[in-house]
Each structure stands twice: as structure tokens, then as C-alpha cells.
């Protein structure tokens, strides 16, 4: 019995080991992977604006202020707004009546349940205080759903960053808008930084 138990035993090894060889590859004679190419074009997630996108200085009529936006992008006016557009991004600035400056509580009580009622897919993120070259400003931050692409009726999530100023008894509001994953931190940066007020 016990010379049966053993050579069983020495059977089973003998099979893991040569189950374990396979085609008899080691990893010395595999392939190694190829380096990355430096050359290669880089990929970058939809909506990111390119780090050499110029900027041009835009004064809507009668506004009293100009902002900087991307050089090439469509403009169109609607309702007092005017919006730039690129694929899938878009700045919509706009100016508002106002007696005094918003603070993050008034947003909070008045803009966001506004912003719930009229956007779809309307998800809250933050609401705060910031600063920029033109003075402070209140910054809204949320999710919104996009319009359907015309060919393919598909949406996405937008991710929407709002600022609020203020100056001589009037709001200005820009709106920056790119798809959730973007990475336009430093875009939207020098456009809510180049907010001149002319009057």
C-alpha cells in the first residue's frame, strides 16, 4: 500500500510539472512589452480644451465688461446671453439687474432651486466663495445633462461651473460647461480671470 501512496504522489507531481511548461516559454523568451512612444500623439478625454488654445478678448454691447474666450469658437446670442461654443463646451455669459452682491446663502436659498426647475439632469455640487482678478465672485458648481447630439441623439453629463459677479448694481454671469471628466481646470481659469469690467 505504501508503495502505491508514493508512486501516485510522484505521478501527480510529475503532471503539475509539465501542465506548469506548457509550450516550454520562459519569461526570458517571451517578448518584452515596447516602450512608450515619446513621439506619439497624445489622446486626450473628450471636451479637454488644448493647452495652446489662444484667447481673444470679447466685449458683448452695451455690457460694460469683456471676457476673454477661445479664439475660433461659434457665437450666438439668445435672450440677452451670449454663448461660445466648440463641440462640446461652451461659456454663456449674461448680466442681470441686481442691488447688491450674492453671497453663498442667497445662491443657495434662490439660484439652486431655480437651477433644479429649468435643468435636466440638474445634480448640486458646491457652492462658494472665490476670488478673481476682477474681485470675488460666488461659484456654483453642478451636473447637467446635454443636449442630443444631432446625428446620434446620444446625451452626456455635462460638468457646469457658474460664477456670479457684481458691480454698479448689476450681475455678470458666466456659465462654463464640458462634459463630466474634462480636464479644463486652467481654461476655465484664464476666462473667469480675464473678467474686465469697462464701466
Excluded at 505521478?11 to 526570458?28: F, R
Excluded at 515596447?34 to 488654445?53: K, R
Excluded at 446670442?77 to 451670449?82: E, F, M, P
Aim: charged share 20%; proline share 9%.
Amino acid at each position: 500500500m505504501r508503495t502505491r501512496s508514493v508512486a501516485a504522489v510522484s505521478l501527480v507531481v510529475l503532471g503539475i510539472g509539465a501542465a506548469g511548461c506548457g509550450s516550454g516559454a520562459t519569461p526570458a523568451d517571451r517578448p518584452a512589452a515596447a516602450p512608450p512612444d515619446p513621439n506619439a500623439a497624445e489622446v486626450s478625454p473628450a471636451g479637454d480644451i488644448p493647452d495652446n488654445q489662444a484667447f481673444v478678448a470679447y466685449a458683448p454691447p452695451g455690457g460694460g465688461y469683456s471676457v476673454k474666450v477661445p479664439e475660433g469658437w461659434a457665437r450666438t446670442s439668445a435672450g440677452g446671453a451670449v454663448t461660445f461654443t466648440d463641440k462640446l463646451n461652451s461659456i454663456t455669459m449674461e448680466t442681470a439687474p441686481a442691488k447688491a452682491a450674492a453671497t453663498t446663502g442667497d445662491v443657495k436659498r434662490t439660484e439652486l432651486p431655480r437651477l433644479a426647475q429649468t435643468v435636466p439632469g440638474f445634480e448640486p455640487g458646491q457652492v462658494s466663495s472665490v476670488m478673481r482678478k476682477s474681485g470675488r465672485a460666488v461659484r456654483i458648481t453642478y451636473l447637467s445633462k446635454s443636449k442630443p447630439d444631432p446625428v446620434t441623439g446620444k446625451t452626456q453629463t455635462d460638468a457646469v461651473e457658474r460664477y456670479v459677479f457684481f458691480r454698479n448694481g448689476s450681475e455678470v454671469v458666466l456659465t462654463l460647461k464640458g462634459p463630466k471628466g474634462a480636464d479644463n481646470v486652467d481654461p476655465w481659469k484664464i476666462v473667469t480671470d480675464s473678467l474686465s469690467f469697462t464701466a
